[in-house]
């Protein structure tokens, strides 16, 4: 029997045992990405009349109702899904009954008030975060539906390779490298295995921002903290964001997509904002990374990613403080 060349450095009575296994897992699990990568290619775009969506976390998510309220008003058909995503067999039957074209995922546990709450609620973290999705994303491939997953980019810390204030971001391509949360590590596992789904777009994003102060609303959140720190990080600005998200969606993209704003931000830089935009007496207080530690369950990502696919796609797309200039004028506007 021929040994296969990858194999065939090493002899065959010394061969361990354990180590070819793990080889082997490895090939098996390179050449599965690679025809999923393959079949991705297949996802057909749809137009906007022969789209129809289902939006996990329509019904109550802060950013599921903002996805259902972009559709509609585009004259997109869609519907806030009903079936929760721990429950394998409501999904199934939602789905059978209302044949989406097109699944987004913008359901899923964060905590409340924060992640903090996922690491005494880690069963709870992992059935939604994890299981819940990975549900979602078998059931849509099994039906030859499109998914976008709403994941989040939380998953890096500033390094040596990519240096605070470098301006140089994490690609797509690169691994996580920040487990400082069991909120972020569920997030590096989901974002690894959706990957293994030719079906699935996962858009990640970072600090969500909107001109409607939600309290889920980073400007909403720090302007309530008794202190911040002051790290520029890559911020996604979702009135600006979310119909690219399903723009992706409708041309059938899969894979990761960094999905920020181009450039870094400040929390003081923003707070400045809200100071001059929204209310000229608001102060603010800094402590630093260490002394956040301190008060905090879990650590904090603090990171740049490289949207530079994204950017390819979208050109038109702002520079973050361009795009939070927009943001706190309508704030202003609305107040």
């Given at each position: 029997?021929?040994i296969?060349l990858i194999?065939?450095?090493?002899p065959?009575?010394?061969?361990?045992?354990?180590?070819?296994?793990?080889?082997?897992?490895?090939?098996?699990?390179l050449?599965?990405?690679?025809?999923?990568?393959?079949?991705?290619?297949?996802?057909?775009?749809?137009?906007?009349?022969?789209?129809?969506?289902?939006?996990?976390?329509g019904?109550?998510?802060?950013?599921?109702?903002m996805?259902?309220?972009?559709?509609?008003?585009?004259?997109?058909?869609?519907?806030?899904?009903?079936?929760?995503?721990?429950?394998?067999?409501?999904?199934?039957?939602?789905?059978?009954?209302?044949?989406?074209t097109?699944?987004?995922n913008?359901?899923?546990?964060?905590?409340?008030?924060?992640?903090?709450?996922?690491?005494?609620?880690?069963?709870?973290?992992?059935r939604s975060?994890?299981?819940?999705?990975?549900?979602?994303?078998?059931?849509?491939?099994?039906?030859?539906?499109?998914?976008?997953?709403?994941?989040?980019?939380?998953?890096?810390?500033?390094?040596?390779?990519h240096?605070?204030?470098?301006?140089?971001?994490?690609?797509?391509?690169?691994?996580p490298?920040?487990?400082?949360?069991?909120?972020?590590?569920?997030?590096?596992?989901?974002?690894?295995l959706?990957?293994?789904?030719?079906?699935?777009?996962?858009?990640?994003?970072?600090?969500?921002i909107?001109?409607?102060?939600?309290?889920?609303?980073?400007?909403?959140?720090?302007?309530?903290?008794?202190?911040?720190?002051?790290?520029?990080n890559?911020?996604?600005?979702l009135?600006?964001?979310?119909p690219?998200?399903?723009?992706?969606?409708?041309?059938?993209?899969?894979g990761?997509?960094?999905?920020?704003?181009?450039?870094?931000?400040?929390?003081n830089?923003?707070?400045?904002?809200?100071q001059?935009?929204?209310?000229?007496?608001?102060?603010?207080?800094?402590?630093?990374?260490?002394?956040?530690?301190?008060?905090?369950?879990?650590?904090?990502?603090?990171?740049?990613?490289?949207?530079?696919k994204?950017k390819?796609?979208?050109?038109?797309?702002?520079?973050?403080?361009?795009?939070?200039?927009?943001?706190?004028?309508?704030?202003?506007?609305?107040?």
């Open positions: 029997m021929k296969p194999l065939s450095t090493y065959i009575t010394k061969l361990n045992i354990s180590k070819l296994g793990a080889l082997l897992m490895k090939i098996f699990a050449s599965f990405l690679v025809c999923c990568r393959f079949l991705s290619a297949l996802m057909p775009s749809t137009t906007k009349e022969e789209a129809r969506f289902l939006v996990f976390g019904k109550t998510g802060w950013i599921g109702k996805i259902l309220e972009d559709l509609e008003k585009k004259g997109y058909i869609c519907a806030p899904a009903e079936s929760r995503l721990e429950n394998r067999d409501e999904i199934l039957h939602e789905i059978e009954q209302k044949n989406p097109h699944i987004i913008a359901a899923g546990v964060t905590g409340v008030p924060n992640v903090d709450w996922c690491e005494s609620n880690k069963e709870k973290t992992l975060n994890i299981i819940g999705a990975l549900n979602l994303a078998d059931i849509a491939y099994l039906k030859g539906i499109h998914m976008t997953n709403f994941g989040t980019g939380c998953i890096y810390e500033y390094d040596e390779e240096p605070l204030g470098s301006g140089v971001g994490f690609t797509e391509s690169q691994a490298n920040f487990f400082g949360s069991f909120y972020s590590s569920t997030k590096v596992m989901l974002d690894k959706l990957m293994y789904y030719p079906n699935v777009l996962n858009l990640r994003l970072r600090m969500p909107s001109s409607d102060l939600s309290p889920r609303n980073f400007i909403t959140k720090i302007t309530k903290y008794p202190k911040v720190i002051n790290v520029p890559s911020m996604t600005v009135d600006e964001m979310v690219l998200a399903i723009e992706l969606a409708r041309q059938g993209e899969t990761n997509y960094n999905f920020t704003n181009p450039g870094t931000v400040s929390h830089e923003i707070l400045a904002m809200y001059k935009y929204v209310d000229p007496t608001f102060t603010w207080e800094n402590f630093t990374i260490e002394e956040q530690n301190q008060i905090l369950k879990a650590k904090r990502s603090n990171n740049e990613l490289d949207v530079s994204l390819e796609k979208f050109p038109e797309l702002k520079e973050i403080h361009d795009s939070l200039i927009d943001v706190f004028e309508k704030i202003a506007k609305n107040s």
